[in-house]
Nanobody
Framework: QVQLVESGGGLVQAGGSLRLSCAAS????????MGWFRQAPGKEREFVAA????????VYTDSVKGRFTISRDNAKNTVYLQMNSLKPEDTAVYYC???????????????WGQGTQVTVSS
């Protein structure tokens, strides 16, 4: 069982930046593809970004391309989401997720974190 704990959320003005972190409890972290999802009020949870186990392959949803960057530090069992040029529509609860397949991760993660709130004011 992999436990994921997110941190780094908060309130930021439009155009600002935040970096989310997700720490994993499992020593096998480096064998998992890691990703970020978000859920805005009244909307379904949506895929944001994912990184392969090696960190050499990343995918993003179109709305965040060029603004968000996913990265990972396998030595620290941590994955990050650097969010720049934030917009009010980025406001959501952001969830960290894991699966051993990056392809499957995008739709059906094995593990979820508890979420961290990101609020972008206009």
């Amino acid at each position: 069982q992999v436990q994921l704990v997110e941190s780094g959320g908060g309130l930021v003005q439009a155009g600002g930046s935040l970096r989310l972190s997700c720490a994993a409890s499992d020593r096998t972290f480096s064998t998992y593809a890691m990703g970020w999802f978000r859920q805005a009020p009244g909307k379904e949870r949506e895929f944001v970004a994912a990184d392969s186990w090696s960190g050499n392959y990343a995918v993003y949803t179109d709305s965040v391309k060029g603004r968000f960057t996913i990265s990972r530090d396998n030595a620290k069992n941590t994955v990050y989401l650097q969010m720049n040029s934030l917009k009010p529509e980025d406001t959501a609860v952001y969830y960290c997720a894991a699966h051993q397949s990056i392809r499957v991760l995008r739709t059906t993660p094995q593990y979820w974190g508890q979420g961290t709130q990101v609020t972008v004011s206009s």
